[in-house]
């Protein structure tokens, strides 16, 4: 037997394990991202500053900017930028930032830097948004930095080079290669549906259905049926037999999309199929199902006062994965503005108006324009509302970029004291004291979108389901007959947008639909 060194009498100790540990992580470090630079490749490269060193020169020759795993490094170069355009120096609880005389130009949000301004700590955690001369928008931060995690194929649309992206991919990579239930969890808006796609795109179930079932929107009478099926004749209206979400999904993937909605009733139905694997359907037997369930949500499910069986809860969350608020790597926004922008330009065709080296300088000043506005924003609707931003200016624009006035509102209110900001509406409201005309207008000027819809009237989202499956006048993208949309697409001819406004359904929840039918190729 091989001795250890203290077996051998060795003096020396070894460290803890803590401190081994402690070892692989490295100390918050200052980093500078490029959020918008001409050449546009360029977007999400980051730049690690020096720990050791007290002052750094940021400016057209450094520091060199890489992405992550990649050694190919290089300055900024860009001819409107000073070789001295900043400089950067510790200070104690902070930084120092200072623009030489005769630099080019500085400005961080609401002000310009003439000479000297001290940035604290708690700043520099948020980040600092820097828009050099003209044409370079960067992100000073401080984070934590952790070891750059192995390279995965980038699942589409997870868009982002920032260390907090590198542990999602990494995340949804080992849940892949898993078969454990997996729960996504993470406010709304962050790209939770694109996370179980992902898992199940790079799964061993790839070549299976992947199933989508919205929870809150299944009314408790219905749910035994929707789920798991039923045969002719099962119950009054059961005038064909129908699969079901649970044997639709079989051999594939199950996703249970806004599970903290479940009614209380569902709840117990969907433990059992979970724990046996086994259903119950409707007028029929039971049967084996052979499937791979995914769940989310944006709701507290271990909260005191929630109503989620815990049972449940558990059962769902064999594997966990948060995913982070858009305000927690901001470091990313510039790679997804752009990637947003791109695909609403080719919805649009309107390539010409975006950027690239070759634009004329007042064409990219413009552009770098709205890339600082955009990275100064807090975006309480994560990339969601980012994505739903892009698209508005691509729409507003004509041959250069135009923030459009609803959008200005919004990046405006943010610096709004908090007693002048509009009061939400009190929560909760009864859905019986909301008139027909007030829930019609709600509808229509939220573009029958039921979170925004729900938030607005200050109401559950199962209320809106339930207002919705109770009503005459509106229905889900989902239960629109084929031959009906056919003819309203043709009529449109094949403008979803305008086909949704005629059916008074949801554009995104009706794009999920075509997209998942093959009709729509990209969206």
């Given at each position: 037997?091989?001795?250890?060194?203290?077996?051998?009498?060795?003096?020396?100790?070894?460290p803890?394990?803590?401190?081994?540990?402690?070892?692989?992580?490295?100390?918050?470090?200052?980093?500078?991202?490029?959020?918008?630079h001409?050449?546009?490749?360029?977007?999400?490269?980051?730049?690690?500053?020096?720990?050791?060193?007290?002052?750094?020169?940021?400016?057209?020759?450094?520091?060199?900017?890489?992405?992550?795993?990649?050694?190919?490094?290089?300055?900024?170069?860009?001819?409107?930028?000073?070789?001295?355009?900043?400089?950067?120096?510790?200070?104690?609880?902070?930084?120092?930032?200072?623009?030489?005389?005769?630099?080019?130009?500085?400005?961080?949000?609401?002000?310009?830097?003439?000479?000297?301004?001290?940035?604290?700590?708690?700043?520099?955690?948020?980040?600092?948004?820097?828009?050099?001369?003209?044409?370079?928008?960067?992100l000073?931060?401080?984070?934590a930095?952790?070891?750059?995690?192995?390279?995965?194929?980038?699942?589409?649309?997870?868009i982002?080079?920032?260390?907090?992206?590198?542990?999602?991919?990494?995340?949804?990579?080992?849940?892949?290669t898993?078969?454990?239930?997996?729960?996504?969890?993470?406010?709304?808006?962050?790209?939770?549906?694109?996370?179980?796609?992902?898992?199940h795109?790079?799964?061993?179930?790839?070549?299976?259905?992947?199933?989508?079932?919205?929870?809150a929107?299944?009314?408790?009478?219905?749910?035994?049926?929707?789920?798991?099926?039923?045969?002719?004749?099962?119950?009054?209206?059961?005038?064909?037999?129908?699969?079901?979400?649970?044997?639709?999904?079989?051999?594939?993937?199950?996703?249970?999309?806004?599970?903290?909605?479940?009614?209380?009733?569902?709840?117990?139905?969907?433990?059992?199929?979970?724990?046996?694997?086994?259903?119950?359907?409707?007028?029929?037997?039971?049967?084996?199902?052979?499937?791979?369930?995914?769940?989310?949500?944006?709701?507290?499910?271990?909260?005191?006062?929630?109503?989620?069986k815990?049972?449940?809860?558990?059962?769902?969350?064999?594997?966990e994965?948060?995913?982070?608020?858009?305000?927690?790597?901001?470091?990313?926004?510039?790679?997804?503005?752009?990637?947003?922008?791109?695909?609403?330009?080719?919805?649009?065709?309107?390539?010409?108006?975006?950027?690239?080296?070759?634009?004329?300088?007042?064409?990219?000043?413009?552009?770098?324009?709205?890339?600082?506005?955009?990275?100064?924003?807090?975006?309480?609707?994560?990339?969601?509302?980012?994505?739903?931003?892009?698209?508005?200016?691509?729409?507003?624009?004509?041959?250069?970029?135009?923030?459009?006035?609803?959008?200005l509102?919004?990046?405006?209110?943010?610096?709004?004291?908090?007693?002048?900001?509009?009061?939400?509406?009190a929560?909760?409201?009864?859905?019986?004291?909301?008139?027909?005309?007030?829930?019609?207008?709600?509808?229509?000027?939220?573009?029958?979108?039921?979170?925004?819809?729900?938030?607005k009237?200050?109401?559950?989202?199962?209320?809106?389901?339930?207002?919705?499956?109770?009503?005459?006048?509106y229905?889900?993208?989902?239960?629109?007959?084929?031959?009906?949309?056919?003819?309203?697409?043709?009529?449109?001819?094949?403008?979803?947008?305008?086909?949704?406004?005629?059916?008074?359904?949801?554009?995104?929840?009706l794009?999920?639909?075509?997209?998942?039918?093959?009709?729509?190729?990209?969206?």
């Amino acid at each position: 037997m091989t001795k250890t060194p203290d077996m051998q009498g060795s003096e020396e100790t070894l460290p803890s394990l803590a401190d081994v540990v402690a070892r692989t992580e490295q100390a918050p470090q200052l980093q500078c991202t490029i959020l918008f630079h001409p050449q546009t490749e360029r977007i999400g490269q980051h730049a690690v500053l020096d720990k050791v060193a007290s002052e750094w020169v940021v400016g057209r020759q450094g520091p060199l900017f890489s992405r992550a795993g990649n050694n190919d490094a290089e300055p900024l170069a860009d001819p409107y930028v000073s070789r001295r355009a900043l400089l950067v120096t510790t200070r104690p609880g902070g930084v120092l930032l200072c623009k030489p005389r005769r630099a080019s130009r500085c400005r961080l949000p609401g002000q310009e830097l003439h000479d000297e301004l001290f940035l604290d700590d708690a700043t520099l955690e948020r980040g600092v948004v820097l828009l050099l001369s003209h044409s370079i928008v960067l992100l000073l931060r401080r984070c934590a930095s952790f070891p750059v995690v192995r390279q995965r194929p980038e699942a589409d649309g997870m868009i982002g080079d920032s260390a907090v992206m590198q542990t999602l991919r990494e995340q949804v990579y080992r849940a892949s290669t898993s078969d454990l239930d997996v729960l996504i969890r993470g406010e709304t808006g962050v790209g939770k549906e694109l996370v179980a796609q992902a898992i199940h795109a790079g799964s061993g179930r790839s070549a299976g259905p992947l199933v989508t079932v919205n929870m809150a929107a299944v009314p408790a009478s219905l749910a035994a049926s929707q789920l798991f099926g039923n045969t002719r004749g099962a119950f009054s209206g059961a005038s064909s037999a129908r699969a079901g979400s649970f044997r639709e999904a079989h051999g594939g993937t199950l996703f249970l999309d806004e599970i903290g909605d479940t009614p209380e009733e569902v709840q117990p139905l969907l433990l059992r199929a979970l724990q046996q694997r086994e259903i119950q359907v409707v007028g029929g037997g039971t049967e084996r199902v052979d499937v791979r369930v995914l769940s989310a949500t944006d709701a507290g499910l271990d909260d005191a006062d929630c109503s989620f069986k815990s049972a449940l809860r558990h059962r769902l969350g064999s594997m966990e994965i948060l995913l982070p608020s858009l305000r927690e790597h901001p470091e990313d926004i510039g790679s997804l503005l752009m990637h947003f922008l791109r695909r609403a330009s080719d919805r649009e065709q309107r390539a010409d108006l975006l950027p690239h080296a070759q634009s004329e300088p007042l064409h990219l000043a413009r552009w770098a324009s709205v890339f600082f506005r955009f990275a100064h924003y807090h975006w309480p609707g994560n990339v969601r509302q980012l994505e739903n931003y892009a698209a508005q200016v691509v729409v507003a624009s004509d041959r250069s970029p135009i923030i459009p006035a609803p959008v200005l509102r919004a990046f405006e209110g943010i610096s709004q004291p908090e007693e002048e900001r509009p009061p939400s509406p009190a929560r909760p409201r009864r859905m019986k004291d909301i008139s027909d005309s007030e829930f019609d207008e709600v509808m229509s000027g939220n573009g029958y979108e039921v979170n925004p819809v729900a938030e607005k009237l200050g109401v559950t989202r199962q209320a809106v389901y339930r207002r919705i499956d109770k009503s005459g006048a509106y229905c889900l993208a989902s239960e629109v007959s084929a031959r009906r949309l056919r003819a309203v697409l043709s009529r449109h001819a094949g403008d979803v947008a305008a086909t949704a406004a005629e059916l008074k359904v949801s554009e995104s929840a009706l794009k999920a639909r075509l997209r998942a039918a093959g009709t729509l190729a990209d969206c």
